[in-house]
């Protein structure tokens, strides 16, 4: 039986919300199961506001209208990321600067980013891997002593913590993500939080398209108009419904995949001592989620062979970002501020196995004997 890298779990009341929006024939964004969204993410993050969007890719893009970057103005981020961490920050003139990742967790290195920093500098996007929490003491540190805004790409981090401190809630603003790749899955969607009050109203502005509509809906204005750049950033109501169904199981679905999490790295510890791969190494202050297991191979021939195994095994298991700063636009719309010496190793040999909530349990042992023949 083939086994897919990733696979949503459908875990609770799915089809009976899903069943209760056709029903009501509201299927416009903002109603009941965005609102119930809505509340769910504020307790539980402590988020001013929290604010589903259609994807984690347009919370950042609202992250980029927020901050307000302009043409020429810098953003730090990590080399080793999605691309739609850096467009957010490039679809506004702005220039994201990349700098090299740390080998153990994958994140950014909290030791480079200083001297990344120019007059043009506005903010700090930390991205944190797998679901494992960068370094946001030195960081957001080092963001006051320069007067930076730190926005967090939280895309794989919902449900995980840094010294007890959920991911997203650092900077000013945050984006999640609710892909079907992720634990918590929407189809697609993601959401902004804000934990910043000053960005409150604008916030709500950008997401409805430059308008004071939520205003209005509130009653605070007569009628509502054009007053700021925006966009549409509002899922329907159908992706709502099936989000909160998943945020009503999210703690269970982490815990599971946590669990398998810690299987697959006790199981692949011979690869590490035979020198063959790099396993993460979480650091003792960081809950993470079990988003992603990855070994990083020693070469990528290494990582091509290790695949080819899996593969014939029926077990689908998948390398994962190029970095920016070599991509074709990373070169034309970014600049390298460091070496890149980790961030190259790793695109060349990180490989992604299989890992999702209701993965049968053998696949972790299947994998592990599939990879003893390297």
């Not at 992720?182 to 804000?194: D, I, P, Q, R, S």
């Not at 007569?222 to 966009?231: A, E, H, I, P, R």
């Not at 029926?314 to 970095?323: E, W």
Request: with cysteine.
């Amino acid at each position: 039986m083939s086994v897919p890298y990733y696979e949503p779990t459908l875990a609770g009341r799915e089809r009976e919300y899903l069943d209760e929006v056709l029903s009501a024939k509201q299927l416009a964004g903002d109603g009941k199961f965005t609102k119930a969204c809505h509340a769910w993410l504020e307790e539980k993050t402590g988020a001013v506001r929290a604010l589903l969007t259609h994807s984690g890719t347009g919370a950042l893009d609202m992250i980029g209208l927020l901050l307000e970057i302009e043409p020429g103005d810098e953003v730090i981020m990590p080399s080793y990321t999605f691309v739609s961490t850096a467009n957010a920050i490039a679809l506004r003139g702005g220039v994201p600067v990349f700098v090299d990742i740390r080998a153990d967790t994958l994140n950014i290195d909290e030791n480079l980013i200083e001297q990344a920093i120019t007059p043009r500098t506005r903010a700090i996007m930390p991205v944190h891997y797998a679901g494992v929490g960068c370094e946001m003491d030195a960081i957001m540190t080092l963001a006051a002593k320069h007067g930076l805004a730190v926005a967090e790409d939280a895309a794989q981090g919902f449900g995980a913590f840094y010294r007890g401190k959920a991911l997203g809630t650092f900077g000013a603003l945050s984006a999640l993500s609710f892909h079907a790749s992720k634990n918590v899955v929407a189809g697609e969607g993601g959401a902004l939080l804000v934990n910043d009050p000053a960005y409150r109203l604008r916030a709500e502005i950008v997401r409805e398209k430059g308008t004071n509509r939520s205003q209005f809906f509130r009653g605070e204005v007569d009628k509502y108009t054009w007053v700021d750049l925006g966009s549409s950033f509002l899922p329907s109501e159908i992706t709502a419904a099936l989000l909160l169904a998943q945020l009503e199981q999210a703690e269970a679905i982490n815990q599971r995949r946590v669990a398998l999490w810690g299987r697959y790295h006790e199981a692949l510890r011979p690869l590490e001592a035979r020198g063959l791969a790099r396993r993460a190494e979480i650091p003792q202050h960081c809950a993470h989620n079990g988003h992603i297991y990855w070994l990083v191979f020693e070469s990528g021939e290494l990582r091509a062979r290790a695949r080819d195994l899996l593969v014939a095994q029926g077990i689908m298991a998948s390398a994962h970002y190029a970095p920016l700063h070599s991509s074709p636009a990373g070169q034309r719309l970014g600049r390298a501020a460091s070496a890149m010496k980790v961030a190259d190793h790793v695109g060349e040999g990180l490989l992604r196995m299989p890992l999702y909530a209701h993965m049968p349990d053998d696949v972790i042992e299947r994998t592990a004997a599939a990879l003893a023949a390297l």
